[in-house]
């Protein structure tokens, strides 16, 4: 018998123009080819509904993925996030995450849905990239 359970969700939030990939408890008996066809999907996803935000919950993900895997993620699904016109992405981590870099506010869900224009950061690196991770 297969274990049948999920690994991920994808939803849609058409008023906010959003896509959000959720990471649930079956990514424990993940493989790296199941964490590319995953983001294969997320970026189809973001091109079909021309997504301008995109949410990634991380809370439950149990998979630790090889570098290389983690370069493909970005050589490739970060064109097609560009390509349909994302603006925004945010990362939804677990409680405690300890961070190279002091953040000066970590986004939530809530802030991803806001219909607010984004704002360009001033500050340092750090508070770039825990505002926003990767720019698109």
Same mark, same amino acid.
């Given at each position: 018998m297969m274990d049948s359970t999920a690994m991920y969700s994808i939803s849609y939030h058409k008023p906010e123009k959003l896509v959000r990939l959720t990471?649930? @408890? =079956? /990514? @424990? =008996?993940? /493989?790296d080819q199941d964490f590319k066809e995953t983001f294969e999907a997320f970026a189809e996803s973001a091109l079909q509904h021309r997504a301008r935000r995109l949410v990634i919950d991380v809370r439950e993900f149990k998979h630790r993925p090889w570098a290389e895997i983690l370069a493909w993620r970005d050589d490739v699904t970060v064109g097609k996030y560009n390509l349909a016109g994302v603006k925004k992405l945010v990362w939804v981590w677990p409680g405690n995450i300890q961070a190279t870099c002091r953040p000066a506010r970590r986004p939530s869900t809530k802030t991803a849905l806001a219909r607010r224009k984004p704002r360009r950061s001033r500050g340092s690196w750090c508070r770039k990239m825990a505002r926003g991770g990767h720019r698109l």
């Open positions: 990471w649930l @408890a =079956g /990514t @424990a =008996g993940m /493989t």
